[in-house]
């Protein structure tokens, strides 16, 4: 019977992509080890994580690469993202600058990835705003001459007629990219997109299983048994495979998130 066989993991390398301190370590925390760490170093160079999406007629083992968004490190991504089958390029919702980087990775990556490489366009830091942002909020036009003829008569034309709370005010005042903007620009690239939040986990699972339903399996060359063992590089060649590390020069920086 087919079901007495079991089912192989397919392994997909999945790089991460973005600005600095856009939260990439942060997603990637939370998809393999359901943790979130509110003082996460800058990452160096790049870690290296594994963790396992089930679907329903397969198991896909991302292979993930969590690079360094400061712009010193930016000559070292292709060696990060060749060959790569998938792609999570992130964004800080609060933070417009880091959408126009986030276009300049996707362009890079369509230029110069592969062909077939599945890309994911992910704002994060969703918990920093409030629901109603999430969505265009009607102009403020429309109801300002019903708003100025109440305050005619109530002879109080100066002071508007409600006074949001500092909370609502911060809340709202904190997106800089809206969310149609953003999905727009994914639809017309060809990307997936989601909004996410690292620290409450909301969409994170997500962001991963649609990749891996996404990704064209036919493309992808099974590994053979040489090219996994030679794939653990390191500054001190560990046969335990616990921390794959990358030599960068100026430092290091592995880390392995366990598997569901």
Not at 43 to 60: D, H, M, P, S
Not at 146 to 170: L, R
């Amino acid at each position: 019977m087919a079901e007495e066989t079991p089912v192989k993991a397919v392994q997909v390398k999945l790089v991460l992509l973005g600005e600095a301190a856009v939260g990439k370590s942060s997603l990637v925390l939370r998809f393999c080890q359901g943790d979130f760490n509110e003082n996460t170093s800058p990452t160096i160079g790049a870690a290296f994580l594994t963790q396992k999406c089930r679907l329903e007629n397969r198991i896909v083992k991302f292979e993930i690469w969590d690079t360094a968004g400061q712009e010193r490190f930016h000559s070292l991504a292709p060696m990060y993202y060749r060959n790569a089958q998938a792609a999570v390029v992130v964004y800080d919702i609060t933070k417009a600058a880091s959408l126009e980087k986030a276009k300049a990775w996707v362009k890079e990556l369509q230029r110069q990835a592969n062909a077939n490489i599945v890309i994911a366009l992910v704002g994060n830091k969703l918990d920093l705003v409030s629901e109603s942002s999430t969505s265009p909020a009607p102009p403020a036009s429309e109801e300002a001459p019903a708003e100025e003829e109440e305050e005619e008569e109530e002879g109080s034309s100066e002071e508007p007629s409600a006074t949001p709370t500092p909370n609502e005010t911060e809340s709202d005042d904190a997106r800089q990219v809206s969310t149609a903007e953003a999905e727009a620009y994914a639809k017309e690239s060809g990307l997936l997109f989601f909004e996410a939040s690292a620290k409450t986990g909301h969409n994170v699972g997500e962001i991963f299983t649609e990749i891996a339903k996404t990704i064209p399996f036919d493309t992808i060359v099974p590994k053979s048994t040489t090219n996994t063992s030679g794939s653990r590089r390191s500054g001190n060649n560990n046969d335990n495979g616990s921390n794959n590390n990358v030599n960068l020069g100026e430092g290091q920086q592995a880390k392995k998130g366990g598997c569901c």
